[in-house]
């Protein structure tokens, strides 16, 4: 929404690329969508073949400049240090972290989350209107409904040409009924679970992975009573 069509657009993929499988998946999505993806962090989280996915690598942060978008990543800190892959978490932050002053203004800010935050990046930038780290939440449920809507009938549950038309569909017209469509019997309850998750209207949806989670749970004990 913030940037429309991905062609040209500079990612740059900040942090713990060795042990993440965010920064694969997206790396892997986003240059198949036009976008030109960095890596980018100290040598010790880079793996070596990482270019062979279709990204740059850099181990220096200055290019971010150049970016549309920073997609920041989780360091946890038993990993880093046990390892001795870094050393300390301090070095990392004053060469890597993500704050307002290595930041222009019309840059977007990711992070797949949780944040630790004086780490990967600055409070002030987690908390400013560029992050949009909430919305990739909220967008993250509905992904999930979609790929079990394909799982069950075969198809998606909105068909376009473009990721824009996507959208619109999304925001405009429900799917249909996966009893209606699916190719074998869907319970009542996870339907339900998986409508409230395409809605088009936000607020009708569940408002994170938390809340999707315990309704699928519910949905689970009440296969199981039956």
């Not at 962090?41 to 793996?47: A, D, E, Q, R």
């Not at 996507?166 to 996870?190: D, F, H, I």
Request: proline fraction near 6%; charged fraction near 25%; include cysteine.
């Amino acid at each position: 929404r913030r940037l429309g069509p991905l062609d040209d657009k500079n990612i740059w993929i900040i942090g713990d690329v060795l042990h993440s499988r965010v920064a694969r998946s997206n790396i892997l999505a986003l240059t198949k969508l036009g976008a030109h993806v960095t890596v980018c962090g100290p040598p010790t989280l880079i793996p070596r073949d990482i270019g062979a996915l279709g990204c740059d690598v850099t181990f220096d942060i200055s290019g971010i400049e150049h970016a549309d978008v920073v997609y920041t990543l989780r360091l946890q800190h038993e990993r880093m240090t046990a390892a001795g892959l870094l050393p300390s978490l301090g070095e990392y932050a004053a060469r890597y972290q993500v704050n307002g002053a290595r930041l222009s203004p019309n840059q977007v800010v990711m992070h797949p989350g949780p944040v630790n935050r004086g780490v990967e990046m600055s409070g002030e930038v987690v908390d400013s209107p560029q992050a949009v780290l909430t919305m990739q939440v909220k967008a993250g449920v509905v992904v999930r409904m979609a790929v079990l809507y394909e799982l069950l009938v075969g198809e998606t549950p909105f068909e376009a040409e473009t990721g824009a038309d996507v959208m619109k569909l999304v925001r405009t017209r429900p799917p249909q009924r996966l009893r209606l469509v699916a190719k074998n019997n869907v319970p009542v309850e996870l339907e339900e679970v998986v409508t409230r998750c395409l809605r088009a209207e936000p607020k009708q949806r569940y408002a994170d992975a938390a809340e999707l989670r315990d309704a699928l749970v519910s949905v689970k004990d009440k296969l199981n009573e039956k």
